[in-house]
């Protein structure tokens, strides 16, 4: 009974290593997403080739709504070398904020819909705003969880490093 409980134990963290590896390759990102404006695509057709930052949100998220406030003249900057995709995780309630929430700032940069939190569970999301910075390969090269004062910057100069280096 003790080897199939530790055979059992074994197999689930394989397999939750297995998938943990898949979220480490933007390739791997394929599900089929919406944008505000309507049209399907995928994160991984959005930052094919490039430094590509992954950005999950609320409409309800203050810090969330800082750090997009502080990426957009960042995203200006940097928008011929970089993809940006901000991903809202607003449920069916609170969706249809989204759209306006956008327009009303201004921002520039893509963003998509997840509903119901799939795409987001699948990433191993824990809490928004939630962070992922892909090489131009299409390696994970970091996670950021949370949000605070400063951080936009530090992320700013990861970017330029990346960058600088080919993206690599």
Not at 51 to 64: G, L, Q
């Amino acid at each position: 009974m003790r080897i199939r409980n530790t055979f059992l134990i074994a197999s689930l963290l394989l397999v939750l290593a297995a998938l943990q590896v898949q979220a480490q390759k933007l390739s791997s990102l394929t599900t089929q997403l919406t944008s505000v404006t309507g049209d399907q695509t995928t994160v991984a057709a959005l930052g094919a080739g490039r430094v590509t930052v992954v950005s999950f949100w609320a409409t309800w998220c203050k810090p969330c709504k800082e750090e997009m406030k502080a990426m957009q003249p960042i995203f200006e900057k940097l928008k011929d070398k970089i993809t940006y995709v901000a991903i809202s995780i607003d449920n069916t309630k609170t969706m249809a904020k989204v759209a306006p929430y956008i327009k009303s700032q201004g921002y520039t940069f893509n963003v998509l819909l997840d509903p119901n939190s799939e795409f987001f569970n699948a990433v191993n999301g824990t809490n928004v705003p939630y962070t992922l910075v892909f090489n131009a390969d299409g390696s994970l090269h970091s996670k950021h969880d949370g949000y605070f004062e400063g951080d936009a910057t530090k992320l700013e100069e990861e970017l330029k490093t990346m960058i600088g280096s080919g993206g690599q």
